[in-house]
């Protein structure tokens, strides 16, 4: 398995993956993670294989396990913002995502890499992967967050064109969902990391919302790659346990307030 605290070497150099206008591409450059808890260990057996088949060097994140009997001490969250904006209070599932998330953040920034591809264990890689996402960064260097996945893509506004072909830009219509695999460098951890601390949206939503925490979010028209059959078992809840907890009736009036207002925050950040 392999560990991030090791520094680069020959044998790195010599397995060296390759950006879309050719160059050699090393850990000072881009390096890539995974989330996985301990207990998941057929999804990282998942991961590690693919990794190994396509010559990729991925280094694992371990996931956080929330004990929900203690949701009352969860330093960092604001209840009554994550329920305005979600109608519903967080789950001890979602807070270990968002922790684990921050884990990979801070991982990263303590590397010499440039930039960074996070991502869940519910993913198949395939052998371009890293080398067509630091190909959109040298496409698009002024993006602090690119997503490389997302749920849905509606309104999409093209601002520029990797080597290999991949579109970038922003959604006018969003959210787009999912935080499964994205590019940040090391301007956008920074952002993250420090306008993340206080928990007010489940990850995959805070990641989006470069109007609300200062970072430039972009995103690609296409997947880079696609989501495994894991995916369908989801680690958080499934749709009959996030619809037990949901807010009814008028009690829901709040979120649609909220979540007009992000459209049009979302709206003019696009065209910005």
């Known amino acids: 398995m392999r560990e991030r605290q090791q520094t680069e070497s020959a044998a790195e150099i010599s397995n060296a993956r390759r950006s879309g206008t050719g160059e050699a591409l090393s850990r000072r450059e881009i390096v890539s993670y995974v989330i996985n808890l301990d207990r998941s260990i057929d999804r990282w057996h998942h991961i590690d294989s693919q990794a190994e088949e396509f010559g990729l060097d991925v280094q694992r994140i371990p996931g956080v396990e929330i004990d929900a009997a203690n949701a009352a001490q969860w330093p960092d969250y604001d209840r009554a913002a994550f329920m305005r904006g979600s109608s519903r209070p967080m789950l001890p599932q979602e807070y270990g995502c968002y922790l684990a998330h921050v884990r990979a953040l801070n991982a990263?920034?303590?590397?010499?890499?440039?930039?960074?591809?996070?991502?869940?264990?519910?993913v198949n890689l395939s052998a371009d992967l890293v080398s067509r996402a630091y190909?959109?960064?040298?496409?698009?260097p002024f993006?602090?967050?690119i997503k490389l996945l997302n749920h849905r893509v509606v309104w999409f506004r093209p601002i520029a064109r990797?080597?290999?072909g991949d579109v970038i830009g922003k959604c006018l219509f969003g959210p787009q969902g999912s935080a499964a695999c994205y590019?940040?460098?090391?301007a956008g951890a920074r952002k993250l990391v420090d306008a993340l601390k206080v928990?007010?949206?489940p990850y995959d939503v805070a990641l989006e919302r470069g109007w609300a925490t200062g970072v430039k979010v972009?995103?690609?028209?296409?997947?880079?790659i696609t989501l495994s059959v894991r995916s369908k078992e989801s680690q958080?809840?499934?749709?009959a346990r996030y619809r037990s907890i949901k807010l009814r009736g008028f009690r829901k009036i709040p979120t649609h307030i909220w979540r007009m207002v992000e459209l049009f925050r979302r709206v003019r950040y696009a065209v910005s």
């Open 199 to 201: 928990i007010t949206c």
């Open 143 to 145: 993006a602090e967050v």
């Open 108 to 122: 990263f920034l303590e590397s010499e890499a440039e930039c960074a591809v996070i991502m869940e264990d519910d």
């Open 218 to 224: 972009y995103t690609l028209k296409d997947d880079l």
């Open 135 to 140: 190909s959109a960064h040298q496409a698009a």
């Open 236 to 239: 958080i809840a499934d749709r």
């Open 162 to 164: 990797s080597v290999g």
């Open 183 to 186: 590019l940040v460098t090391r």
